[in-house]
């Protein structure tokens, strides 16, 4: 329909191969108020398109690689899948403590911290560059991630409880 033509796309196409997004660019943003980053990006085909290119990154990366050895890459993907849904506020099974109680064993056993947290953070931030999406909407969600930082801060996460005695 033509008052889909006027509809402000939220990002620049990078690249002409990313045709996944053309039915998104009509369906889904001519018809939502994009309030959330999830939305605003693109809604669940923008991070089904993100997550194998986001990974691409992570696993060439020497900081990041040694924790995927031996995990099934597809399971993982969908999990980041809905881990970025929730994070970006769209629908997902996940929920804040989760995301602690997945992490935690790796903060304990292999030293997951703050630096493994950080380069995540910046190859997500690379994947949506090299995606077309426009700075400020990457600003925005790398603000999102950046708030999710202290739940996997080993600091944070494994303290004791404080004592109620």
Do not use: C
């Not at 990154?57 to 990041?64: G, I, N, S, T």
């Not at 064993?105 to 997500?124: T, W």
């Amino acid at each position: 329909p033509s008052h889909h033509a006027a509809t402000r796309t939220p990002y620049r196409l990078a690249h002409s191969s990313t045709s996944v997004f053309r039915h998104w660019q009509v369906t889904i943003m001519a018809e939502s108020t994009a309030t959330t980053v999830f939305a605003k990006l693109g809604g669940a085909p923008a991070i089904e398109a993100a997550v194998p290119l986001f990974y691409v990154k992570v696993l060439a990366d020497p900081l990041l690689a040694p924790f995927f050895e031996g995990i099934p890459m597809a399971r993982q993907t969908k999990k980041q899948i809905a881990f970025l849904s929730h994070a970006f506020g769209g629908p997902s099974r996940y929920n804040d403590d989760m995301i602690i109680k997945m992490h935690k064993p790796m903060m304990e056993k292999r030293g997951m911290g703050l630096p493994h947290f950080d380069a995540v953070a910046n190859h997500l931030v690379t994947t949506l560059k090299d995606m077309g999406v426009e700075e400020g909407l990457i600003n925005e969600a790398a603000a999102v991630v950046l708030a999710l930082r202290p739940m996997f801060d080993p600091e944070i996460v494994l303290k004791p409880a404080a004592s109620t005695a």
